[in-house]
C-alpha cells in the first residue's frame, strides 16, 4: 500500500532518489500508537562514599538489541554511547554483562572483591578505599534488561503464560545478574521491565534492523526510548522505623518480680537490584506474616487471664534489615535497660517460606550451653510432630567485624540469648537474600509458612506454659486456635506487592501505618521508632519510571519527502500555467529579464 | 526533525492551494478579495451545520455505518450547496468573468476547509517524535478536497450563473453535482460500512476528484461552446 502511493508521486526523474525512497518507506512502515511500559531503575548507592549502582536516570536515545550488530560493521558498532541495549534476561550470556561492566582483566575484578572484604574488616581502611573506578571497556548511552512476566509484582498468581512457576536456570541467572549489578558503578542509567506484546514487537523489530548492519541513530529511523527523569537527589536522613508490640503476662498478686519476657522478631525491609521491585516475598516477608500470625494466636490465648502465660510477649518488626541489622542494633538500645535485662530469650525470623522440610536454628552461643540446648530441644520435639527437620547451626560472633549476618548477632551482642530460625544453611553475603528480583510471590509456598509458624508457636507455647515434652498441642488444627492459612495468605498477597526498601520509606508510609494497626489489633502497646540509617549507606531516588518507546524516521526520509513535495509543486504549477495561460507563457516566466534587457537596447 | 516534517506535511496540505492561484489567471486579476470572501461563507455555514449536527444527531458510541445517522449527516451536507450558492450569486465581486469567479470561489472555500479541518491536528500532532503516515494522507487529502471543491464550484456556476444551457446537459449536471456534494457521505460509508483504511479512502478520494474535475471541465467548455456561437 505504501508503496503504489510513492510510485504515484514521485517524478520519474529521479530513478535512483525512488529506489532510496522505497527501501526508506518499507522501513518505516505503518506503526501503531506510542507504547509505554512501566520501568523500573537499577538502585543508585553510596557506600561509605563509594559510588555504586547506575548513576544515571534520564534516557532518550535509540534502541539496539546487541553490541556487534555486524561483525563487519565494527566499526559503526564502537559508537555505542547513545545506544540503549535491550536485552531479555532470559537469553543472558552472563560473561557478556560481566564483560559489559567490568573491565576484562579477572584480575582487577578480584583485586576490587578483595578491596571490599578489606573494608568490612578494618572499618579504618575506609580512606584506603579510594578505589579508582573501574573503566568500563564500553560505554553506554543506557541498558535495558528484560525480565519474565513471572516476577511481576503485579501479576499475581506468579505464574507465566503456561501456568508454570519459573525455571531454576532463571532464578540463578537472575541471581548472579543481580550481584553482578549491585557491585557495579554504572554511568549509564540501567533499568528493568518486562516482557509484554508491545515490548517483544519492538525488540523482534530492532533485531531485524539491527541484522541489516544498519545502526539506528538520527540518520537512520528506528526507535528511540525515552524516559523522563529528573537528576536523582540524595535522600536526606533516610529513615528506619522499628515497630513493637507487647503482650503483657499474668502477674500473680503479691509477686513483686518482673515478668521475663520473650522476643519474636522480624525484620521487614527488603533491598535488591530494583528497589521498585523488590518486595522480597521470601526475604523477610515470610518472617513478617508469621510473626503476624503468632503475634494473633498469642493474643488470642492472652485476652483471657485464665490462659495467660506467666511471660511477657515482646513483638518487634524491625527495619535496616539489610544493612547489618542497623535497626535492630538502634531498637535495642532504644530498649529500657531493665526490660532487655528481663528477655529470656528471642527467636528472630528470616526466610521460613520456601518449599523445603529443613529449617536450622543459628545460634551464637555454643551449643553445649544449656539454655541453648533446652531450645532446641523445645524446638526439636514439635519439628518432629510436624515432619520438619531442624538442625542446630553454630557462628561465633567477631566483635572487631562490622558485619552482622544474623540477627540474633545483634542482640548476643549485647549479651541477650537469642536465635535465629532460617531455612538458610549458611550466613548470607553482604546485601544478599534480602529480598532481589527473583524472590517474587511463586518463591514462597504458603504451606511451609504455616508449618514453620505453627513450630515457633508451639515451641513457644510448651515453654511458657511449662508443658515441654508433654503430648500436648496447643494449637491444633481444627481448633479455634489453628493457624489460619488465609491470614497467611492475604498478608503473604499483601507483602509481595509492596517494594520496601527502607531509605524510600517515609514514616507514614502506609506500610508502616499497615503493620503497626496489625500489631495493635493483636498487642496491647505499640511503638514505632523512627531512627537515621547507618550514615555510612547513601541512596538516590528515581526508582522507577515510564518509558516511551517511538518508531521515528529519519532525517533523509524528510528530506526526500521535501524533494517529492516540491517537485510536485512546481509540475502542478507548471500544468496549470500551461492549460490555463498556454505554453508561452510557462516560457515567458524564465525569459521576462532577458526581454527587458533586449528592449532597453 | 519533527518541525521538519510538519513543515512538509503544511506544504502537501496549504501548497497546492497557494500554486493554484499564483499559477493561474486568478492572481493577475486579483481576486484574492472574492477568495476571501468565500472562506467567510464557508466558516459560516461550517457553524450553522455544526450547530444543525449538534441538534439532531445522536452521539453513537459504535463505529458502525446507521443509515439514518448518515442519511441526516447527507441532508446536512446540502447546507454547504446553499453557502456555495449563497458565495456565487449573491455576494458582490468586482468585475471577473464567470470563468474565474468559481475557481476563485471554489479556492476560498477549499482553502477555508483545510484551515478548519487539518491545521489543528497537523500542528499537534505533525511535531511529536512518533512517526506515523496519517499527516501525508491527510495532505493528500487536502489536494483532493481542492480539486472537487473548484468542481462543486464550477456545477454550481453552471446551474445557478449560467442561464442558456443545452437542454441534454442539464441532468448530467445536477447528477454530477450531486455526486460531488454527498462526497463526505460516500467516504463515511466507505470508512465504516465497508471498513477501508485510510490509505484506500485517500486514494478514492483522489481519483474521484480527478474524474469529476475532467467531466466538470469537458461540461463547462460544452456549456461555453453554445453561448461563445451566440
Not at chain 1, 557495579?184 to 541489516?212: M, Q, R, S, W
Not at chain 1, 537512520?220 to 523522563?228: F, N, P, Q, S
Not at chain 1, 506500610?511 to 531512627?531: F, G
Not at chain 2, 505533525?126 to 471543491?149: C, K, M
Amino acid at each position: 500500500m505504501a508503496k503504489s502511493q510513492s510510485s504515484a508521486l514521485v517524478e520519474p526523474v529521479y530513478s535512483s532518489a525512488i529506489a532510496l525512497l522505497i527501501i526508506v518507506v518499507a522501513c518505516a512502515e505503518l506503526c501503531d500508537a506510542v507504547a509505554v511500559v512501566d520501568v523500573y531503575r537499577l538502585v543508585q548507592y553510596d557506600l561509605a562514599g563509594v559510588p555504586f549502582g547506575s548513576r544515571l536516570a534520564a534516557l532518550n536515545h535509540h534502541a539496539a538489541s546487541s553490541l556487534f550488530s555486524s561483525s563487519a560493521a565494527a566499526g559503526a558498532a564502537a559508537d555505542l554511547s547513545r545506544t540503549v541495549l535491550i536485552l531479555p534476561v532470559r537469553d543472558l550470556n552472563l560473561t557478556f554483562i560481566r564483560e559489559l561492566l567490568f573491565s576484562v582483566d579477572l584480575c582487577a575484578c578480584m583485586f576490587w572483591m578483595i578491596k571490599l572484604i578489606e573494608y568490612l574488616n578494618n572499618p579504618e581502611k575506609l580512606e584506603v578505599l579510594g578505589v579508582k573506578y573501574i573503566e568500563e571497556k564500553k560505554p553506554l548511552g543506557g541498558l535495558l534488561l528484560l525480565l519474565p512476566q513471572v516476577f511481576n509484582p503485579q501479576n499475581i498468581g506468579g505464574k507465566d503464560e503456561a501456568g508454570h512457576a519459573p525455571a531454576v536456570g532463571i532464578k540463578e541467572v537472575l541471581l548472579d545478574l543481580e550481584r553482578l549489578l549491585i557491585h557495579a558503578n554504572i554511568p549509564y542509567p540501567v533499568y528493568f521491565g518486562f516482557e509484554d506484546d508491545h515490548v517483544n514487537a519492538v525488540l523482534a523489530d530492532v533485531k531485524k534492523n539491527d541484522a541489516t548492519g544498519q545502526l539506528a541513530t538520527a540518520t537512520t529511523g528506528g526507535y528511540k526510548l525515552v524516559v523522563a527523569a529528573p537528576e536523582p537527589k540524595k535522600i536526606v536522613s533516610p529513615t528506619v522505623s522499628n515497630i513493637q508490640g507487647w503482650l503483657p503476662g499474668l502477674r500473680a498478686d503479691g509477686d513483686s518480680n518482673q515478668l521475663p519476657t520473650i522476643a519474636v522478631v522480624a525484620s521487614y525491609d527488603t533491598f535488591g537490584a530494583a528497589p521498585g521491585l523488590s518486595v522480597g516475598s521470601d526475604s523477610n516477608g515470610s518472617g513478617v506474616v508469621a510473626l503476624l500470625e503468632i503475634a494473633r494466636l498469642f493474643s488470642i490465648l492472652y485476652s483471657n487471664p485464665k490462659t495467660r502465660g506467666r511471660y511477657n510477649l515482646l513483638f518487634a518488626l524491625t527495619s535496616g534489615g539489610p544493612y547489618n541489622y542497623n535497626g535492630t542494633h538502634k531498637w535495642l538500645h532504644g530498649l529500657d535497660q531493665r526490660l532487655r535485662e528481663t528477655i529470656d530469650y528471642s527467636i528472630c525470623l528470616n526466610s521460613i517460606g520456601s518449599i523445603r522440610n529443613e529449617l536450622y536454628l543459628h545460634v551464637s552461643k555454643p551449643p553445649e550451653n544449656a539454655y541453648i540446648k533446652q531450645i532446641f530441644e523445645g524446638f526439636s520435639s514439635v519439628s518432629e510432630e510436624l515432619g520438619i527437620k531442624v538442625g542446630l547451626k553454630h557462628k561465633k560472633i567477631n566483635i572487631s567485624n562490622p558485619r552482622v549476618a544474623w540477627e540474633h548477632e545483634q542482640f548476643s551482642r549485647l549479651r541477650v540469648t537469642a536465635a535465629t530460625l532460617s531455612e538458610l544453611s549458611v550466613a548470607p553475603d553482604f546485601l544478599e537474600s534480602v529480598g532481589g528480583l527473583s524472590d517474587s510471590r511463586n518463591s514462597v509456598d504458603e504451606d511451609s509458612i504455616t508449618r514453620s509458624a505453627k513450630l515457633v508457636a508451639e515451641s513457644l507455647a510448651r515453654h511458657i506454659y511449662g508443658q515441654e515434652g508433654k503430648n500436648i498441642d496447643v494449637f491444633a488444627d481444627d481448633s479455634s486456635l489453628s493457624v489460619n492459612p488465609s491470614y497467611i495468605r492475604s498478608w503473604l498477597q499483601f507483602l509481595s506487592i509492596t517494594p520496601r526498601v527502607a531509605p524510600f520509606l517515609s514514616k507514614n508510609d502506609p506500610l508502616i501505618m499497615a503493620l503497626k494497626k496489625e500489631l495493635e489489633d493483636h498487642t496491647a502497646d505499640v511503638r514505632v521508632q523512627h531512627e537515621v540509617l547507618d550514615g555510612m549507606f547513601t541512596f538516590y531516588d528515581s526508582t522507577s519510571g515510564r518509558l516511551h518507546i517511538y518508531q521515528v524516521a529519519s532525517v533523509t526520509f524528510d528530506l526526500l519527502l521535501l524533494l517529492v513535495l516540491g517537485s510536485y509543486l512546481i509540475t502542478l504549477f507548471s500544468f496549470l500555467v500551461i492549460t490555463t495561460r498556454g505554453l508561452d507563457d510557462l516560457i515567458s516566466l524564465f525569459r521576462r529579464p532577458t526581454s527587458r534587457k533586449v528592449k532597453a537596447v | 526533525m519533527t518541525i521538519f516534517h510538519f513543515f512538509n506535511c503544511a506544504i502537501l496540505t496549504f501548497g497546492p492551494h497557494a500554486v493554484y492561484y499564483s499559477a493561474t489567471p486568478l492572481s493577475e486579476y486579483d481576486t484574492i478579495g472574492t477568495s476571501i470572501k468565500s472562506a467567510v461563507v464557508y466558516l459560516v455555514t461550517a457553524l450553522v451545520k455544526l450547530v444543525c449536527l449538534a441538534t439532531f444527531l445522536k452521539v453513537s458510541e459504535s463505529d458502525s455505518f446507521d443509515p439514518y445517522q448518515e442519511l441526516l449527516k447527507a441532508l446536512i451536507g446540502f447546507i454547504d450547496v446553499a453557502g456555495l450558492y449563497f458565495a456565487l450569486t449573491q455576494l458582490t465581486h468586482r468585475n471577473i468573468s464567470q470563468n474565474h469567479k468559481f475557481q476563485a470561489v471554489g479556492l476560498g472555500w477549499a482553502f477555508a476547509d483545510s484551515i478548519l479541518h487539518r491545521l489543528a491536528p497537523l500542528w499537534v500532532g505533525a511535531r511529536g517524535l512518533e512517526f506515523t503516515w496519517d499527516y501525508i494522507l491527510q495532505g493528500l487529502e487536502a489536494n483532493a478536497n481542492l480539486v472537487l471543491s473548484i468542481s462543486l464550484a464550477a456545477l454550481g456556476s453552471l446551474i445557478w450563473l449560467r442561464k442558456n444551457k443545452p437542454k441534454t446537459l442539464i441532468p448530467i449536471i445536477y447528477a454530477c453535482a450531486g455526486i460531488v456534494a454527498t462526497m463526505p457521505s460516500i467516504t463515511s460509508y466507505l470508512k465504516l460500512a465497508l471498513g477501508w483504511h485510510f490509505p484506500k479512502v485517500v486514494g478514492f478520494e483522489l481519483f474521484t476528484s480527478l474524474v469529476m474535475a475532467f467531466i466538470s471541465w469537458q461540461l463547462f467548455a460544452a456549456c461555453q461552446r453554445p453561448s461563445n456561437r451566440e
